[in-house]
């Protein structure tokens, strides 16, 4: 096998660990920003949601507003819960497969077979990413609907 084959199966399973890195990360950014979202969305309800219905029966905003923190919630919940991600290849299987098999691999064959396989990782790690991004969106636009109903609860109270 040439040196430039080996570096380029080299090549293309660093970008393949890379890749799968920059996945885990942008994993952790949107479980960092759904708890933020879920504290601000708690805090408006406690705060103006207090305010608002310490002055009576709640109206049809007060109940849009609640709706809207269990969406919040609800969907907050959905991001942070546990889901199978790929961001690793097994040691034990990459063992067992590559290194210990019948016919072993060369270490450029391993790259080359582990970079296709971290690429199937990663197209399948971005359909759920998607999903992430829907349900962030919609908690965000639920907690600025719920700040809005609460405000106009109160503006209408007062």
Not at 40 to 59: E, K, R
Not at 60 to 81: D, K, N, P, Q, R
Not at 94 to 110: D, F, H, K, N, S
Not at 119 to 131: A, I, L, P, R
Request: one cysteine or more; glycine letters at 6%.
């Amino acid at each position: 096998m040439e040196a430039e084959q080996r570096d380029a199966y080299k090549l293309a399973y660093d970008e393949a660990v890379r890749g799968l890195a920059h996945q885990q990360s942008r994993l952790d950014d949107f479980r960092a920003r759904a708890g933020i979202v879920l504290s601000a969305a708690a805090i408006a309800t406690s705060l103006l949601g207090g305010q608002a219905l310490d002055q009576g029966s709640p109206s049809l905003w007060a109940w849009i507003a609640l709706g809207c923190f269990i969406g919040v919630s609800g969907f907050t919940l959905l991001l942070l819960l546990p889901r199978r991600w790929e961001f690793t290849a097994a040691p034990r299987r990459i063992i067992g497969t590559y290194v210990e098999a019948e016919a072993p691999l060369p270490l450029p064959m391993i790259h080359r077979d582990l970079a296709l396989h971290m690429e199937d990782s990663y197209v399948n790690n971005e359909v759920g990413f998607d999903k992430l991004v829907i349900r962030f969106q919609l908690a965000l636009g639920l907690l600025a609907l719920e700040v809005v109903s609460w405000t106009v609860e109160i503006a209408t109270r007062s």
